[in-house]
């Protein structure tokens, strides 16, 4: 009976250091554990990795997060980040809880803030430095494409701690008015959601808008859409006429605008080569 114990409560303990293991060395997938939507984690760790930051990826609309993972291995290898993928699969999460982040459920309410897919962020965040032993590992969010709408949104509802909001090669963009319906603007929401204190710390967020000045070619997965079509002719012009527009509404109120926009000459809509760039560095970390 006590070998039978103590086998027991050897097996749950090696469970248990096993469930806490760091992150593997080289590429790995796990899986963000959750009793109604688990979210499975594309992962890489420089072999060489010494405890730099974390770098969460946001894939685009082919929902390809293992492709993204190894788009970024790059940017791990070259600044000794921990590199997470997270995988919004297009069954659970099409554009209204992707692109959009649920903030708007089909019935056209909005839905509390723990029902966001914003919401997943800070809680893989948490998983990793779980895992890692490190609970202050800063970390920083890029997404291409769909990703970048999904993190410019989330830079205005839910910015979370990250160093800095990367959205690269945005389709479309939330700009800081209400003049515009939501997506698009801030129009049709409440007014705890569309005030000018929550557009002013919109404007306040650590977010860089990255751009390819290659990436004005309309094709069929941009967004061409009238209201998009009003920021617009492409990805580029779009990404400029947000900025600019920024930084008009924070010069008329007087607020801060912690925006940044970089680009990286010739590149097109394509995640690895914007990711490999040399700009990459200075759109993530600043110059």
Request: proline share 8%; hydrophobic share 45%.
């Amino acid at each position: 009976m006590i070998r039978r114990l103590s086998c027991g409560l050897a097996l749950l303990l090696l469970v248990q250091v096993s469930a806490a293991a760091p992150l593997p060395a080289g590429p790995g997938r796990t899986e963000l554990p959750d009793p109604g939507e688990p979210i499975t984690l594309f992962t890489y760790k420089p072999p060489t990795y010494r405890g730099g930051p974390l770098l969460i990826v946001c894939h685009g609309v082919q929902r390809n997060a293992e492709d993204y993972r190894n788009f970024a291995i790059t940017l791990a290898e070259r600044f000794g980040a921990l590199v997470v993928a997270p995988l919004f699969d297009k069954e659970r999460f099409p554009l209204a809880r992707y692109q959009r982040g649920g903030l708007v459920g089909a019935d056209g309410k909005v839905q509390p803030a723990e029902r966001w897919t914003y919401s997943f962020i800070p809680r893989i965040v948490a998983r990793v430095r779980e895992l890692e032993g490190k609970p202050d590992l800063p970390y920083y969010l890029i997404g291409h494409s769909a990703g970048g709408q999904f993190l410019v949104r989330l830079a205005a509802f839910m910015p979370g701690a990250a160093e800095r909001i990367i959205a690269a090669n945005t389709g479309s963009h939330l700009f800081p008015t209400r003049e515009a319906d939501f997506g698009y603007g801030f129009g049709g929401l409440p007014p705890g959601l569309s005030s000018d204190d929550v557009i002013r710390r919109y404007l306040a967020a650590p977010l860089t808008l990255f751009q390819g000045t290659g990436d004005v070619v309309a094709d069929s997965s941009m967004d061409a859409s009238p209201p998009a079509m009003q920021q617009g002719p492409n990805r580029l012009a779009r990404g400029r006429a947000v900025f600019a527009a920024a930084q008009a509404l924070a010069k008329e109120k007087g607020w801060v605008c912690n925006w940044r926009l970089v680009e990286t000459r010739g590149v097109a809509h394509e995640a690895a080569f914007m990711f490999a760039a040399r700009e990459a560095g200075d759109a993530i970390f600043g110059k």
